[in-house]
Nanobody, 116 residues
C-alpha cells in the first residue's frame, strides 16, 4: 500500500510563500502522474497542479499559473509545490495524489491559510 505524507502547510500573510512536500513510501517513478489538489470549505476538491511521469509535462489550474510550481525529487521520492504570491483565496487543505494504471492514492492533507 502506497502512503503519501504531506507537510509544509501553515499560516502565511498574503503575498508570502510556502513550499509543500509530499513524501511517498515507494518509488515515485512508478506513478504515471502525481499532483496537488486543494479543497476549501464548502467547495469541491480541485486540481492545482500535476506532473506526469516524464517529468517534463506539467499542468496548472489557471488560478495558480505563474505563482505555483510543481516539481519532484525522484531520489527522495518526494513531490513539491512551491507557492509564491499567495492570496487569501488560496486558503484550503492541500492534498497530494499519485496515480498508476491500477489505483489512485491520496495523502491526508495539509492546511494552508493565507491571511489578508
Amino acid at each position: 500500500q502506497v502512503q503519501l505524507v504531506e507537510s509544509g502547510g501553515g499560516l502565511v500573510q498574503a503575498g508570502g510563500s510556502l513550499r509543500l512536500s509530499c513524501a511517498a513510501s515507494g518509488s515515485i517513478i512508478t506513478f504515471s502522474a502525481m499532483g496537488w489538489y486543494r479543497q476549501a470549505p464548502g467547495k469541491q476538491r480541485e486540481l492545482v497542479a500535476r506532473i506526469f511521469n516524464s517529468g517534463s509535462t506539467t499542468n496548472y489550474a489557471d488560478s495558480v499559473k505563474g505563482r505555483f510550481t510543481i516539481s519532484r525529487d525522484i531520489a527522495q521520492n518526494t513531490l513539491y509545490l512551491r507557492m509564491n504570491s499567495l492570496k487569501p483565496e488560496d486558503t484550503a487543505v492541500y492534498y497530494c495524489r499519485a496515480q498508476n494504471a491500477f489505483a489512485s492514492y491520496w495523502g491526508q492533507g495539509t492546511q494552508v491559510t493565507v491571511s489578508s
